[in-house]
């Protein structure tokens, strides 16, 4: 780690509030690139003053918005070197019961269901006052639950096509009424179902919003024909409303069940 990091580090850690520290996201993964920033998770037994954050943010970076609240909260900055930071804060008990629910009672969500429990572990320790942090990671290193499985097919699949609220009757809408805005929502929500139920299908927590695509072709066994190919003919259709796009994501969703059946999955039946 670099020093500057390090210097900061050592400041947070001098806060009783602080109960641990994590570098997660793709500097910690094979899927870093040139534009990846620095993801520090700050995990608190306490709320730490805006006070102490701005004291520490103000010393070390050249530039601070400071309290982000749109996912979590967060002082997101850049380093005299133009490199990007963020401090992202967490509750290390409601972050606990927040994978509980996903990895112990198997409460799916629509889309995205257990990337918070890939962050955690996937996230390289820094600091860990009572080795809290490390008992989580612990906690939570088991198999993935058949019973999640189940749960992301039955929160997600109806979505694709089956159900009425679903992606595919949005879709037929918006291309109809050549909304592109209206689409490029629906498109996006539609992959995020589509990804959760892939990952499901090969026993993969979700890695979050990046590199999909190549996480799926290095890391997963079971993959719908024709993947890569029909995600990019989908997103140029999506682009210019092209009538033809509703049977493309028809044919998308085909090679999905049948990926899912060839993986032999005991929830296949339900599609």
């Not at 990952?199 to 996480?215: Q, S």
Request: charged share 25%; glycine share 4%.
């Amino acid at each position: 780690m670099e020093l500057l990091f390090r210097e900061i580090v050592d400041e947070l850690i001098q806060c009783p509030e602080v109960e641990a520290i994590a570098l997660a996201g793709s500097k910690v993964t094979s899927y870093e690139d040139q534009l990846s920033d620095h993801n520090f998770y700050v995990y608190l037994n306490a709320e730490l003053s805006h006070s102490t954050r701005k004291r520490i943010t103000n010393k070390y970076l050249r530039y601070v918005e400071f309290n982000n609240q749109y996912w979590e909260t967060e002082d997101d900055g850049q380093l005299n070197d133009g490199s990007e930071i963020r401090l992202i804060y967490r509750d290390i008990n409601s972050f606990d019961q927040n994978i509980a629910q996903v990895a112990i009672e198997h409460s799916a969500r629509i889309g995205y269901t257990t990337s918070f429990w890939y962050n955690l572990l996937h996230a390289e320790i820094l600091f860990d006052r009572n080795q809290l942090l490390e008992g989580l990671q612990q906690k939570y290193k088991i198999p993935y639950p058949a019973e999640l499985k189940a749960a992301i097919l039955q929160k997600n699949h109806g979505l694709l096509r089956r159900q009425m609220p679903a992606y595919i009757f949005q879709m037929q809408k918006a291309v109809t009424r050549k909304d592109l805005i209206a689409l490029n929502h629906v498109v996006s929500n539609y992959f995020a179902s589509y990804f959760d139920i892939l990952f499901a299908v090969n026993e993969k927590l979700h890695p979050g919003e990046k590199k999909l695509v190549e996480y799926v072709k290095n890391r997963c066994l079971w993959i719908p024909g024709n993947f890569e190919a029909d995600i990019e003919t989908i997103l140029q259709m999506a682009a210019t409303a092209d009538e033809k796009l509703v049977d493309q994501v028809n044919s998308m969703i085909e090679e999905l069940d049948h990926c899912i059946r060839q993986a032999g999955r005991h929830f296949a039946d339900e599609i």
